[in-house]
């Protein structure tokens, strides 16, 4: 039991957090991409992607996993992430570490989707049962190509005017959802 729950129900909410995190954090790339700042998107992907990470340190474990340096990495760039827009407001180069740091969460999270999905999914589990064969290191090489693309494109265009209203930025979020 964890938390009160039943492991099952607790690694059930665990994922469903986790993908929360992933989708919202899709969201606000999308977002950077088209130089909007999404607010309650924003809250929702850094809320939901400390929590996967928190939820993760709840499970029992006998030495440290990848997925515990996983955790403890995202949770470190989530920092950051969180200083810049919200303590920091994203002045001078603080807009930039704030784009990087949120990717790099959102990777570790698609990273960690990608390992869990070809360790539960039996289709993808019979092509890289090892998860060191060819398909395996592709599909990570290819998220990870993804990833350092967008990042550098998000940085490149993330400049969102510091003039709009929150009701402009309100009814952008609209438009988006």
């Not at 996993?65 to 994203?90: E, M, N």
């Not at 289709?123 to 049962?129: K, N, R």
Request: charged residues 10%; positive net charge.
């Amino acid at each position: 039991m964890i938390l009160g729950m039943r492991t099952a129900t607790f690694t059930l909410l665990h994922v469903l957090i986790s993908l929360v995190g992933i989708a919202s954090g899709l969201v606000v790339m999308y977002g950077f991409l088209t130089s909007r700042r999404l607010h309650r998107w924003t809250t929702l992907f850094l809320v939901s992607t400390v929590l996967t990470s928190v939820t993760g340190f709840l499970f029992p474990f006998k030495h440290v996993t990848p997925g515990i340096v996983v955790g403890v990495l995202s949770l470190v760039v989530l920092g950051f992430a969180i200083a810049a827009l919200y303590t920091l407001r994203l002045s001078g180069p603080w807009r930039a570490t704030y784009v990087i740091t949120a990717s790099i969460a959102l990777y570790f999270n698609v990273f960690v989707l990608v390992v869990q999905s070809f360790e539960k999914v039996p289709v993808l589990t019979a092509v890289a049962p090892t998860q060191k064969e060819p398909p395996f290191a592709i599909a990570q090489l290819l998220v990870l190509i993804l990833f350092v693309v967008g990042t550098v494109l998000a940085v490149k265009r993330f400049r969102p005017d510091s003039s709009l209203s929150a009701t402009a930025e309100t009814m952008a979020e609209k438009r988006v959802a």
